[in-house]
C-alpha cells in the first residue's frame, strides 16, 4: 500500500489526544471530529466509525482529491483492505450526508480517489503549534507602523479553499 505524504496515523493520534478540537460546519451539519461524531441540526447521525474517519479525513481537505489508499488507511490502519471496503463506506457516508446528483459532498475520481466537494468552515488551520522562533532571524527591522489588513486573512482563507495553491506579493 502506497500512502501519500499526508500521514493519516498524524490525524488518528491527534483525535485520540484531543488536538482537534474544533468543529468543521458544511451544508446543515456539523462535524467533531474528536468526538468522531456528526451532528445535522443539532442531533446525531447514524454513521459508523469507519465512516466518520473517511469524513474527517476528507473534510479536512475540502475540494482537495485524497487517494483511495490514503484513505484506506485512515479508516484501517496498519491493516490491508479491499478496494470494495472503501466503496461500502463511501456509499454509507454518502447515504447519512443525503447527497444527491445535485448536492454531492463526495464526488469520485475514477480509478484515483475522492474529494470533499463542499464549502467546510471553522476549520482549524494548523494541528501543531507554531514554533518559538528568535524574534531576530536576520531581518530588517520595520520602522513604519503597519497597515490594518484585518479582512485579507479572510479573502486569502475563501481562495485557499478552492485551489491549492495561492500567490501573496507586496
Not at 448536492?103 to 475520481?109: D, H, M
Not at 467546510?120 to 527591522?141: F, K, N
Request: hydrophobic share 45%; charged share 20%.
Amino acid at each position: 500500500m502506497n500512502v501519500s505524504s499526508h500521514d493519516c496515523s498524524l490525524e488518528v493520534t491527534a483525535l485520540k489526544a484531543g488536538a482537534a478540537a474544533h468543529s468543521l460546519f458544511f451544508g446543515e451539519f456539523e462535524l467533531c471530529p474528536n468526538r468522531l461524531l456528526l451532528l445535522k441540526g443539532g442531533r446525531s447521525v447514524s454513521l459508523n466509525h469507519r465512516a466518520l474517519h473517511l469524513l474527517v479525513a476528507l473534510a479536512r481537505r475540502p475540494f482537495e482529491l485524497i487517494e483511495k489508499d490514503e484513505l484506506t488507511a485512515c479508516a484501517w490502519p496498519a491493516r490491508v483492505m479491499e478496494e470494495s471496503s472503501l466503496r461500502t463506506q463511501i456509499a454509507a457516508l454518502r447515504r447519512a450526508l443525503g447527497a444527491s446528483v445535485d448536492c454531492p459532498y463526495v464526488e469520485t475520481v475514477a480509478g484515483r480517489g475522492y474529494r470533499f466537494v463542499a464549502t467546510v468552515s471553522g476549520q482549524r488551520q494548523a494541528m501543531l503549534p507554531w514554533p518559538d522562533l528568535p524574534l531576530s532571524i536576520g531581518l530588517p527591522r520595520i520602522e513604519a507602523a503597519l497597515i490594518d489588513r484585518s479582512e485579507q486573512p479572510k479573502l486569502v482563507g475563501r481562495r485557499v479553499l478552492h485551489g491549492r495553491f495561492i500567490t501573496i506579493t507586496g
